[in-house]
């Protein structure tokens, strides 16, 4: 048997699930084995690899109003019988991590479970950056989102 090879895909919106896709990548790198990383919002669907050359999927996404991104649904979706004979590892990047890290993290497999038929092998739940700032691409909207995330967090530490 060769080399394992792992693709890891992935969508994001601020940059935080890429910068995360790209640590994985390194970790994988780092163990001996071979990957490719896909940012499934700016690959075309029809041009996201074929599964069958890879032993292992990790797939991320990032969340908004605890949504996960479109292109991440469609690739499950599309892929899902295929994903169900590999090793299979999923994790999601965003604010609600931050503020209930165990019920985020839980949510992944229920998601999986039930809106793909997919159980995955590992799953984590990311926080996220929380980028405020004044040229932060999160928008106004979100800003004031993440500002009453943040309130909520200084008072439940009391």
């Known amino acids: 048997m060769g080399i394992m ?11 935080s699930t890429e910068e995360i896709a790209k640590k994985i990548e390194k970790t994988i ?4 084995l071979e990957s490719e990383l896909v940012n499934l919002g700016i690959t075309k669907s029809k041009n ?10 990790i797939v991320g996404t990032s969340l908004k109003v605890n949504s996960w991104k479109k292109q991440v649904k ?23 991590a931050i503020a209930e890290p165990l019920e985020a993290n839980e949510d992944i497999a229920g998601r999986l479970a039930k809106n793909f038929e997919l159980t995955a092998d590992i799953y984590y739940a990311f926080g996220g ?13 979100g800003k ?15």
Not at 29 to 32: R, S, V
Not at 81 to 94: D, L, V
Not at 129 to 141: C, I, K, Q, T, Y
Not at 144 to 154: C, R
Request: charged share 25%.
């Open 5 to 15: 090879k792992v693709l890891i895909a992935y969508g994001t919106r601020y940059g």
């Open 74 to 96: 469609t690739f499950l979706d599309k892929h899902k019988n295929e994903i169900n004979n590999k090793k299979f590892g999923m994790f999601t990047c965003g604010a609600w």
């Open 48 to 57: 996201w690899p074929q599964l069958d050359g890879f032993d292992g999927i």
């Open 29 to 32: 790198q780092h163990k001996g």
């Open 144 to 158: 004031i989102a993440l500002k009453l995330t943040a309130l909520g967090l200084e008072k439940d530490k009391g």
């Open 129 to 141: 950056v929380l980028d405020l700032s004044e040229d932060s691409n999160v928008g106004r909207a």
